[in-house]
């Protein structure tokens, strides 16, 4: 990737945040890449390093209270949204690829496979500190809460 693909954050932005590669040249009148509407996103692909397919996004979670994007809910496996297995992915974790359409998670199928997951019937209670932690430990991500000292429990 040239220095030219990686995209500079708008002025204000987290060092935490998702990052974008790809043409990010915004057409007059168009949202994106770097305000778009969460539904827009929904069923885009997630790929690994390698390119290989791992799912696709079914839901963008939002920290409410703080204004922000908590979570990418990637549904994997199944047919027909019979059997995936539902994954929070913290929003960090990916970039967008606007070249590609689809987002690129750093982690390889065999890791994302061994991952805390659930089903549609039976999520986590996402709001709960220690399971928060431990997603974004588990994918070597800092919480997004941390930097600035915001605490979503208090």
Not at 67 to 84: C, D, N, Q, S, T
Not at 87 to 108: I, Q
């Amino acid at each position: 990737m040239s220095p030219m693909d990686q995209q500079t954050p708008p002025a204000g932005a987290s060092e935490r945040r998702a990052a974008i590669i790809g043409n990010v040249n915004q057409k007059p009148g168009k949202c994106g890449p770097f305000v778009m509407a969460a539904d827009t996103l929904e069923g885009n692909k997630v790929v690994d390093p390698a390119g290989d397919e791992l799912g696709t996004i079914d839901h963008i979670m939002l920290d409410i209270v703080g204004g922000r994007i908590a979570y990418a809910v990637l549904a994997m496996g199944g047919f027909l949204g019979i059997g995936e297995k539902l994954h929070a992915l913290p929003w960090s974790a990916l970039t967008l690829d606007t070249r590609r359409k689809c987002f690129v998670l750093g982690v390889e199928k065999e890791r994302l496979k061994a991952s805390p997951g659930f089903d549609k019937e039976h999520w986590p209670t996402m709001a709960n500190s220690e399971w928060a932690t431990s997603i974004h430990e588990y994918y070597g991500i800092s919480p997004y809460w941390e930097k600035d000292g915001y605490d979503p429990w208090a």
